[in-house]
């Protein structure tokens, strides 16, 4: 099979010397890459700038996405030539538009002017105590992968934090039919340490439950195997 | 020499999964400390989550750091024991207070309540097409450097973007007598590849020029060296 994986976190920019970052390591997408690797799979790693990857593999490309446009662009170029999809990476929901003093901003009679706004300052700076920053929403990259390519597996993940398990498999379940994901891996950030990772892996008709990243890995290369198969069957049927 | 160094740049979150970060590889910082190491001098490296580091070595001591607040805390400990203080990390100027949806601040009657406010949620979830960010200006870490120990020989950083020459020098001026610093490096972003990295090194009596990474981590050593010689001379007598 061939397999693309997303891992890390995106970085929005503010300006050229800051910007949003999502908090992820790659620790989890880089153990996935090498157990599809194990098998002879090929994989295409679609990696944060700080996320961890595996060492050279031949089956192995790496490359490095910076923000959610550069993901989305990315990934259409790879979509229609792989089987499997794993949306491990931490996307940044929303992106800056527009930062301003605290004074600018109280002072406004309508402060939808800030939207379409854009800083001129390569590096924005202030003396004012408070700034605002404006943001609108990302594009939804999960939504758009089957659109691209509706024959690829889909694995989605849902990071939530602190929450009971049955609102993480109600989340999962929502992003499965949304999204038209086939799994999602939905995991809570308080039940994940350097040595364990609770995951339930979600799909329509069953939830798996997996204690650590080997074991998400290893149930995700054997889920796509097992899920390919029987798609395959079916076609030459 | 006792030397402190910090290097790479700062996280302040916004929650639990996201934060604003302060680009900086520490590839300056790490080669700062690895020149005073060679001369056998003591080094303490302040160093971003994600700044490049030095191999282990017998004189030097690691410590990461993630925000503004923790580096003021760790920096306080470490000021009364150091001769030399390096600050060339990128440190955020401003700090999350509250994040929330566009429509509930458009209808506010007086935006100041947003400054007091805090985020219940441990990761922040809108389904709003906007968002809005409100951020406090963090403390000015250089400034309080002197105020601890003010006998340290401090360097600071200034970084601009696309400024005029005569402008980076007045800027580096103005910090050299606000924060009471001995020397400011100031240098350009679009000055700096990964082989050139244009610096000027400036003091109340002299700038001096260095064309790369290597060429600035030696002129901090020499100058470091000089000006500990001269004030431990002048004490003696």
Redesign the interface.
């Known amino acids: 099979m061939r397999v693309l994986i997303t891992s890390g976190?995106t970085?929005e920019n503010?300006?050229?010397?800051?910007?949003?970052?999502?908090?992820a390591t790659g620790r989890l997408g880089k153990l996935i890459a090498e157990r599809f690797l194990i098998q002879n799979h090929e994989v295409i790693l679609l990696a944060g700038l700080?996320a961890l990857v595996p060492d050279n593999h031949d089956n192995l490309t790496i490359i490095r996405i910076s923000g959610v446009a550069n993901l989305l662009e990315t990934m259409q170029n790879y979509l229609p030539t792989v089987d499997v999809v794993v949306h491990s990476m931490?996307v940044?929901?929303?992106t800056p538009?527009y930062m301003t003093d605290?004074e600018t901003?109280?002072k406004s009679d309508d402060?939808?002017e800030f939207?379409s706004a854009s800083n001129e300052?390569?590096?924005i700076?202030?003396h004012?105590?408070?700034?605002?920053?404006?943001?609108?929403?990302t594009p939804k990259v999960i939504k758009s992968i089957k659109t691209i390519n509706q024959n690829v597996i889909l694995f989605g993940f849902k990071?939530?934090?602190?929450v009971p398990k049955e609102h993480l498999i109600q989340v999962a379940s929502t992003s499965l039919t949304q999204n038209k994901a086939d799994f999602i891996l939905a995991n809570d950030?308080t039940t994940i340490t350097a040595e364990r990772h609770l995951g339930l892996l979600v799909s329509q008709n069953a939830i798996i439950e997996a204690k650590t990243k080997l074991d998400i890995a290893d149930l995700i290369v054997a889920k796509s195997k097992e899920t390919y198969d029987q798609n395959h069957t079916r076609r030459n049927w």
């Open positions: 976190g970085t503010i300006d050229s010397v800051r910007g949003i970052t999502n908090f700080q931490a940044s929901d929303y538009i605290f901003v109280a402060i939808t939207l300052e390569k590096k700076s202030s004012s105590d408070y700034q605002v920053l404006f943001l609108k929403k990071l939530l934090v602190d950030l």
